[in-house]
C-alpha cells in the first residue's frame, strides 16, 4: 500500500551545524514532495516542495534532494538555528485529475541544542 | 496560518457526546481538509472538500462527518465520541490549479474524549 515513513524519529544537533532530515516513500506515480514544519502547539507549515522530475531544489537555508531510483527524499537544514526544533514531515502527493491527495510520513523531531 | 483558524483550540468531553470542530478561512481556496494527527502517526485524512458541493472520505471517516457549509467554512462532527478519538485535529485548505496542490493549515485543535 501507500505509505511514506521517516527513518528517524529524533534528531539532535548543535546550533550552527548543518541537519539532515531523511524520508522514505513507496508510491512511484508520486509526481511531487512537499516537507512540513511543525512547531510545539502550531499546525504545520510549508517549507518547501519538490516535483518528480527534479533532483534537488533550494531554498534559504534548506534544500530537498530527491532520489527516485531508491525512493528516498532528504530536507537539509545550513546553520541549523533554535528557531529550526520543530518537527518535520514529509508528504508525497499522489496525483488525480481532481488535484492532488498528500500523503504524510511519521515526521521527525529535530533538537537544536545551544 | 492566522488565515485559517480553527475553533474551539481545545475540548475535552465524555463517551458518547456529539462534538464539532469548526474550520474558517479566509484565503478564498475552494479545497478544504480534515485532518488526525496521533503520536508516532502523522497526520491521517478523514474528510476533504473540493468545493461547496463536494465531499469525499478520507482514510480513516469512520466515525466522523462533516458539513461545508460556505467556501470559508468546514465542520467536523463526531456524532457520538470516543476515547480513540482523543487526537489533535487540524483543518487545511488549498487552492489547486494545476500543478503542485499546497496545503495551508490551521492551528488545530486538541481533543480529549474521556
Known amino acids: 500500500g501507500e505509505s511514506v515513513g521517516l527513518h528517524l524519529p529524533t534528531l539532535s544537533v548543535q546550533e550552527g551545524d548543518n541537519s539532515i532530515i531523511n524520508c522514505a516513500y513507496s508510491?512511484?506515480?508520486?509526481?511531487?514532495f512537499i516537507w512540513y514544519k511543525q512547531e510545539s502547539g502550531k499546525g504545520p507549515q510549508f517549507i518547501i516542495d519538490?516535483?518528480?522530475?527534479?533532483d534537488k531544489r533550494q531554498g534559504q537555508r534548506v534544500t530537498v534532494l530527491l532520489n527516485k531510483t531508491v525512493k528516498h527524499l532528504s530536507l537539509q537544514i545550513a546553520a541549523t538555528q533554535p528557531g529550526d526544533s520543530a518537527v518535520y514531515f514529509c508528504?508525497?502527493?499522489?496525483?488525480?485529475?481532481?488535484?492532488?491527495?498528500?500523503?504524510f510520513g511519521q515526521g521527525t523531531e529535530l533538537s537544536v541544542k545551544p | 496560518d492566522a488565515d485559517v483558524t480553527q475553533t474551539p483550540r481545545n475540548r475535552i468531553t465524555k463517551t458518547g457526546k456529539r462534538i464539532m470542530l469548526e474550520c474558517s478561512q479566509t484565503k478564498g481556496h475552494d479545497r478544504m481538509y480534515w485532518y488526525r494527527q496521533d503520536p508516532g502517526l502523522g497526520l491521517r485524512l478523514i474528510y476533504y472538500?473540493?468545493?461547496?458541493?463536494?465531499?469525499n472520505k478520507g482514510e480513516i471517516s469512520d466515525g466522523y462527518s462533516v458539513s461545508r457549509q460556505a467556501q470559508a467554512k468546514f465542520s467536523l462532527s463526531l456524532e457520538s465520541a470516543i476515547p480513540n478519538q482523543t487526537a489533535l485535529y487540524f483543518c487545511?485548505?488549498?487552492?489547486?490549479?494545476?500543478?503542485?496542490?499546497?496545503?495551508?493549515f490551521g492551528p488545530g485543535t486538541r481533543l480529549t474524549v474521556l
Open positions: 472538500s473540493f468545493d461547496v458541493k463536494d465531499i
Open positions: 508510491n512511484s506515480a508520486s509526481d511531487y
Open positions: 487545511a485548505t488549498s487552492d489547486w490549479a494545476g500543478g503542485p496542490d499546497t496545503q495551508y
Open positions: 508528504a508525497e502527493n499522489i496525483e488525480s485529475n481532481q488535484g492532488g491527495k498528500l500523503i
Open positions: 519538490i516535483r518528480s522530475n527534479m
